[in-house]
């Protein structure tokens, strides 16, 4: 159980799709709306304690161009054992956009070969009542197999790792 979940958690930053808008057979481009204002989601992003809010326990961030962004998800594990996932960020514009490409990935991750050539960009934008718009653009995408299947993989486990985002993002936002 503990590695399924490790599975479908890590998959977050390496695609994170809620509704697809367009898929091609390298690109694919997905958006949805969190109850929370761009700072909020930005920080949740950005920060080790935004990110262990919402996405693993242990988390360690530099953010930075080519800084790291690390996650075990499991609670009795530490960073750098085999199940931490590295991600390494391209770059940034601060509430705007956020590029990520997996530099190592955890134990049994399924589809190590095809996510190597993949990488994301997530891009943020302010709405009215104080919700936050992502765009989440993954490319390097190829016609085989198993890039295919990656795709499918993240379609389940990215929907639940935004749930529980916003769900993060709302429950902080009423407590205020």
Partial sequence: MFRRVTLLSAALFSLVLICPVVADDDRAVYETEIDADIDAVWEAFTTQEGLRSWMAPLVEIDLAVGGKMRANYNPEGEIGDSTTIENTILCFDPRRMLSLKVAKFPEGFPFEEAAKETWSVFYFEALPSSRTKITVVGLGYTDSEDSQRMRGFFA??????????????KQAGSAE
């Fill in 156 to 169: 389940t486990a990215n929907q639940h790792s935004l749930d529980k985002l916003n769900e993060v993002l």
